[in-house]
C-alpha cells in the first residue's frame, strides 16, 4: 500500500474490535465508518488555494482523534497535532505556524483557545450539540472517490521541544503507510494483539508506533486520555494489554506504583520506547513477566537504533538494517575516535568520544519542516542527516546516549555528557529519577547540579547518598553534583519526555528542597538562606551576577 488512506480502506469491513475507550468500543469497520462520516464533513471546509486542508486537532487521546486523523488520511487533508501543554503565545504559535484551517478542541481544552489570538476562524468542540449534529447529519458517508497521492503531506507532528522550540515534522501519506507496515514488525503486533496507547497522538512515537502498526495488523488499540502510573496498572490488567509504548521517564513512575499481585502474570508481552534505564528496564521486565525493547528514533525518521542480544546493559545498540551512523565532532566534523572505557566502565576520553549522531547519506530520507528552512539545516549537511543527539560509541561499535546537544557540561575545563551521570545516579536505591544539567560557577564554567526524584517512601539521606556516590568506582572526577534539588514530580513536554530547560532556568532558587556540597568535601546540607546569600555574593564579587538562576 503506497498511501495510509489504502491502509485505513483495507479495515473497511473488518469486524474485529480495532478501538477501546473506558466501557466504549468499536470495531475497525466502525472505525472506517466514522472516518468516512468526517471526511464528508471535511469537504465542508474550503480547500486554501496551492496547499492541503489544515486540521489542527487540539485533544487528548479520546475516540476522535482516531476517527479525524483516518478521516484526514481518507480526505487528503493534513493533521496538525497540536501540543495541549503549550500555553498562550507559544500555542498561538504553534497554530499560525502551521497554517490551520480548523481546530478540534474538546471541553477540556477549549478554553486554551477561547480567547487566544491563532488566526483561525473556525473551531469546532467535539463534545457540543453544533458537532454532534454535524457529524450525524454525514452519519453512513461513502467512502471517498479518490486517493490522495503517496507524496501528499499527512501529519505535521512536533517535535518534543525537550531542549528548544518545537519543529513541524513533515510526515507523508507514503511514509506513514511505510512505518505502519515496517513497524508491524518491530512490535510484533497481529490481530490477537491489544495494544495501550497512553503516550499522546500529538507526538510521532504513539501515533508511529503503535496506532498505525495496529491499524495494519487489525490489532486492538485501547486509548488513554493521558498517561497516568496508576491509570497504566490498571488498564493493564483491565484490557489485557499485550503491547505498549513509552517514552522518557514512563517505566519509572510505573514502577513507583504499589505492586499488585496480578502483576507478575500480566498478559503483557512487549513493551518498546526509548530512554529507560537498565535498572528500570530489569525491574519492570521481572515486575510484569515481559520483554522491555528499547531503541533510538526519531520523528524525523532518518534513522534507528535497536538493542541487540549482545548489546551492553547501558548502550543503545546498533542501527537498524545496517545503516551507516557515525558519531561525528559538532565543530570539525570528524569522525570521534572510540570510547576509552576503564575497568569499571568510566568514560575516559569523554571530550574526543562525544559528539553529534549523524546518519551518513540519509539526509535524502529527511521529509522536511513545516516552513521553517533555518532548521532544516541545521539538520541536513550534504547528504547527511545531523540528529542533534550526543553519543559515544564503544570498541565494538555499540552505541550509547550521552544526552541532547545542550547536556554538555563544563567543569574545571573538563567536558562531558549528562546521561552517564544520570545513569550512575539512578542506581541508588532511593531514586526513582535523576535529571542532571549545569548551573553556572560563581568564578568559570559550569557546577553539576541533580534533581532527584525519590521513590514513594524514600527519604534523602545526605550521608547516604555521600556513601552512595563514595563507592561507585565509576563515578568522574567532575561527576560529583554540587547541587542537589528533591522535587515531587518531574517537569515533562507533553510527549513525557523532561523538560530540563525548567530545572535549569530555576537552578537553586527553588522553593523545593535544596542540598549543597561544600566546595572541597563530599558532604551535603541544606541550602538555607544564609548559604543561598553567601553563594549569590560570591556571583556579584566575580562579576557574574547575570548569570544567576530565575527564581522560582
Given at each position: 500500500m503506497e498511501t495510509f488512506a489504502e491502509v485505513v480502506r483495507s479495515r473497511a469491513a473488518d469486524d474485529n474490535i480495532g478501538l477501546r475507550f473506558g466501557a466504549d468500543s468499536w470495531t475497525w469497520a466502525e472505525v472506517v465508518q466514522q472516518a468516512a462520516d468526517r471526511a464528508a464533513v471535511l469537504r465542508r471546509i474550503p480547500e486554501p488555494e496551492g496547499r492541503q486542508r489544515h486540521i489542527g486537532l487540539l485533544l487528548e487521546n479520546v475516540p476522535d482523534y482516531v476517527f479525524w486523523l483516518a478521516a484526514a488520511a481518507l480526505s487528503g487533508a493534513v493533521v496538525v497535532g497540536i501540543n495541549p501543554t503549550r500555553r498562550g503565545s507559544e500555542l498561538a504559535r504553534d497554530i499560525r505556524h502551521t497554517d490551520c484551517d480548523l481546530i478540534i478542541t474538546e471541553d477540556a481544552l477549549a478554553g486554551l483557545v477561547a480567547d487566544l489570538d491563532h488566526g483561525v476562524g473556525t473551531v469546532w468542540n467535539i463534545d457540543s450539540r453544533d458537532h454532534l449534529d454535524l457529524v450525524d447529519a454525514h452519519r453512513g458517508a461513502p467512502l471517498p472517490d479518490l486517493l490522495p497521492p503517496p507524496d501528499a503531506t499527512l501529519l505535521l507532528l512536533f517535535s518534543s521541544g525537550s531542549t528548544g522550540t518545537p519543529k513541524a515534522v513533515i510526515c507523508s501519506q507514503r511514509r506513514f503507510a511505510f512505518l505502519a507496515e515496517t513497524l508491524t514488525t518491530r512490535t510484533e503486533l497481529t490481530r490477537d494483539s491489544v495494544a495501550y496507547l497512553c503516550m499522546p497522538l500529538f507526538h510521532g512515537n504513539s501515533a508511529m508506533m503503535n496506532f498505525a502498526p495496529a491499524m495494519w495488523a487489525g490489532a486492538t488499540v485501547c486509548l488513554s486520555r493521558k498517561f497516568s502510573a496508576s491509570g497504566f496498572v490498571r488498564d493493564i490488567h483491565r484490557y489485557g494489554v499485550t503491547f505498549v509504548n513509552y517514552v522518557g521517564r514512563a517505566l519509572s513512575y510505573v514502577l513507583a506504583q504499589p505492586e499488585r499481585p496480578e502483576d507478575a502474570t500480566s498478559s503483557l508481552r512487549l513493551a518498546i520506547g526509548t530512554e529507560a534505564s537498565a535498572a528500570d528496564i530489569a525491574r519492570f521486565t521481572a515486575r510484569f513477566g515481559c520483554r522491555v525493547s528499547e531503541g533510538y528514533g526519531l520523528s524525523e525518521g532518518v534513522l534507528r537504533i535497536n538493542?541487540?542480544?549482545?548489546?551492553?546493559?547501558?548502550?543503545?545498540?546498533l542501527p537498524v538494517q545496517g545503516a551507516d551512523v557515525r558519531v561525528l565532532d559538532e565543530e570539525t566534523g570528524r569522525e570521534c575516535p572510540p570510547a576509552e572505557l576503564d575497568e569499571h566502565g568510566r568514560l575516559l576520553n569523554a571530550e574526543a568520544a562525544i559528539g553529534q549522531m549523524v546518519a551518513i547519506g540519509r539526509a535524502h530520507t529527511f521529509e522536511g519542516y513545516y516552513r521553517n528552512p533555518g532548521a532544516h539545516a541545521e539538520r541536513v549537511r550534504g547528504d547527511d542527516f545531523w540528529t542533534g543527539d550526543l553519543a559515544y560509541r564503544?570498541?565494538?561499535?555499540?552505541?550509547?546516549?550521552?544526552?541532547?546537544?545542550?547536556?554538555?557540561?563544563r567543569v574545571d575545563s573538563e567536558n562531558f555528557s549528562a546521561a552517564p551521570v544520570e545513569r550512575l545516579l539512578e542506581r541508588w536505591e532511593a531514586v526513582a529519577v535523576a535529571l542532571v544539567y549545569a548551573v553556572p560557577d560563581p568564578r568559570t564554567g559550569d557546577q553539576v547540579m541533580c534533581t532527584l526524584q525519590?521513590?514513594?517512601?524514600?527519604?534523602?539521606?545526605?550521608?547516604?547518598?555521600?556513601?552512595?556516590?563514595?563507592a561507585q568506582p565509576d563515578l568522574g572526577t567532575k561527576w560529583r553534583p554540587r547541587f542537589v534539588r528533591l522535587i515531587e514530580e518531574v517537569p515533562t513536554t507533553g510527549n513525557s519526555k523532561v523538560a530540563k530547560t525548567v530545572l535549569r532556568r530555576a537552578g537553586w532558587r527553588t522553593t523545593d528542597p535544596v542540598f549543597l556540597?561544600?566546595?572541597g568535601d563530599t558532604g551535603y546540607r541544606p541550602l538555607d538562606q544564609d548559604a543561598r546569600e553567601r553563594l549569590e555574593e560570591e556571583f556579584a564579587r566575580h562579576g557574574r551576577r547575570a548569570l544567576l538562576p530565575v527564581a522560582t
Open positions: 538493542r541487540t542480544p549482545d548489546s551492553p546493559p547501558d548502550a543503545l545498540g564503544d570498541p565494538r561499535g555499540f552505541f550509547y546516549f550521552a544526552g541532547r546537544s545542550s547536556d554538555w557540561l525519590l521513590r514513594p517512601g524514600a527519604e534523602f539521606d545526605a550521608a547516604g547518598f555521600t556513601s552512595f556516590l563514595d556540597r561544600v566546595e
